[in-house]
């Protein structure tokens, strides 16, 4: 056999061996694939069903001004303080009403023109957001009726999935990335899914809907970062991004200074002392101070920025005076509604507005189990790292007292108003990871991956019957 002829069959067996191998990598990346497969579809269909079941009775927590807001646009690209919300949003309050109330304003077919017969006299309080998420909405939102041929209103909430979905699958990655086993990862954002502030948020037009996803991108941030790969400076334009969709926001780049600066602190102390039996498996990355601080106030920083300049140009764009909400709370009433706080997203996030959203009690009570338990179980409980025990610690701490803070500020800018529990909304990611954190037992996580799989199982049957 000649040399040529024998370097041509010891080639050919490198590339047979070659496509073997890749065969079974091929497989395992597609396999990776189909959890986000499964979350897309079940969003997917718990999304339309109940947009499509809601028909055009608005939603109570402001969907009337955000409305107004879209059909303005492109021709009324910015909602200006003294706006009026619209005769189109005006006819669906008064034809179809918003949850408990059948009928707001001036009657069906009346003169929808009659501003004094609307609440806050149909001034649109939505000017106090940038234009960011309205037109990202509409831009989306348009994509949608292009496509489907289905009516503005529906289109505008389709949109919600735009903004569940991301959130889904960067929190599912947060937590693989923290070894969480895919099965239980997956329940876990399923489970997220279906509770009444996805229903709330992601099937209605809401504001609320753009906050988890800043939280999970800061979460996603922070693990990788922590874990040893990643740059923290992708907090800063999730920073300005944040700035520019919501003030709940704020929560992201909080949660990323304070679980940077515990796990620093905590990785520097267990350095400093001989390893006994009780030490964390891994201490994870070494953190230099600065190198660390710098990109997180950077991200803080920028949400400030964003946010005072906002507030500082629509004051100086103002064609009139603002909506008169009937929100500001008196002096007497700041102690209660400070104490109200404290609770945090342990509060109330979980059965948020179930007196309008009537999902069955056992429901609610399961789900508030796993989310509180998972909350204040990781944090009371030891980690085998450094970074699983910084992120259950940072995590137990903002849901406990980043709302008492929000309350203050409201004071410090004199414009103080009781905060309900979905303004925790940035930090429903990382309640999530702390239960993937507290479930670390094989059987536990069998057991509770089956009690939220009867949970997803029941909130999909009735997805028509309870919109």
Known sequence: MTAPTQRRIEDAGRRARS??????????RLLRLVPYVVMSLVAAY??????RMHG???????????????FGLPGHPIVFRGDLVGVEANELFSCYGAGPFPSVGSPCGGDYTDWNAYPQAGLNSADGYTPLYFWITWLVGKAIQTVTGTNFVIAMRLTGLFWLLPTLWVSYAAMVRMRTPRYFALAIVLLFTVMPFSWWAYTYVSTDAAVPLMGALALLVVVRHATGRGSLWWLLPIGLVGGALKITAIFAPMFAVVALFIHWAAGAWLRSRPRTPASPRSFG??????????????????????????????????VGPA???????????????FLDTIPGMLGNF????????????????VMSWLFVGGVVGAAIRRHPSVAAQSLAWTTGIAALAFLPLLFVLTVVQGVPFA????????????????LALLADARSGRIAVTGIIGILVWNQLANAAVLA
């Open 19 to 28: 496509a073997r191998s890749a065969r079974p990598a091929l497989a395992s």
């Open 46 to 51: 718990f999304v339309s069903t109940t947009v």
């Open 56 to 70: 055009f009775d608005l939603s109570v927590i402001d969907e009337w001004q955000y409305l107004g807001y879209l």
């Open 285 to 318: 990355r070494r953190m230099a101070f600065w190198p660390t601080a710098i990109p997180a106030i950077a991200g803080m920083l920028g949400f400030v920025a964003v946010t005072f300049g906002w507030i500082v140009a629509r004051g100086l764009m103002a």
């Open 323 to 337: 909506a008169e909400q009937g929100i500001t709370l008196p002096p007497e009433r700041y102690l209660g509604s």
């Open 350 to 365: 979980v059965g948020m507005g179930t007196d309008v959203y009537r999902v069955a009690p056992w429901v609610v009570a």
């Open 419 to 434: 905060l309900p529990a979905r303004y925790c909304a940035a930090l429903a990611p990382m309640a999530l990871m702390s």
